[in-house]
């Protein structure tokens, strides 16, 4: 969907029920930032919820010490259903940060691994 001046929208359901809640990150954010309330808003979904049914072919990578992200990682290595790949970087950058503040070799490992995997598919 596209708002005003052709700007994308993009967005997420979490849980179920008769009312919604709208949240809607800032400039310079992602819907990402959202995701823990959210969760706590619907009752919350697990991690293996959301990736159950993904079929698809899935590629996640995050910092070895990002914190949640990290762990969020190790939960996606265990519980997401083939196909899928998981990279850890050398990092404790987040998302984008990582292409612009991480060490080069971790930002070109980054990049290298998304070029990779979508020639794989």
């Known amino acids: 969907m596209h708002g005003d001046g052709g700007v994308r929208l993009e967005g997420r359901l979490f849980g179920s029920g008769d009312v919604g809640v709208a949240l809607a990150h ?6 990402s930032q959202w995701f823990g309330l959210a969760g706590h808003l ?3 979904v697990t991690v293996s ?8 072919p899935k ?4 910092g070895e010490v990002d914190g949640e992200a990290g762990d969020l990682l ?3 290595e265990e519980t997401a259903p083939e196909p899928k790949e998981v990279v850890t970087l050398d990092t404790g950058e987040h998302g984008t940060d990582i292409l612009a ?3 080069v070799a971790v930002a070109d490992e980054f990049r290298q691994a998304v070029l990779d995997f979508l020639a794989r598919i």
């Open 49 to 56: 919820e959301q990736t159950r049914g993904l079929r698809i």
């Open 26 to 31: 800032m400039g310079g954010g992602d819907q």
């Open 101 to 103: 503040y991480a060490d």
């Open 59 to 62: 590629l996640f990578m995050a």
């Open 42 to 44: 619907y009752g919350g």
């Open 74 to 76: 190790r939960v996606f």
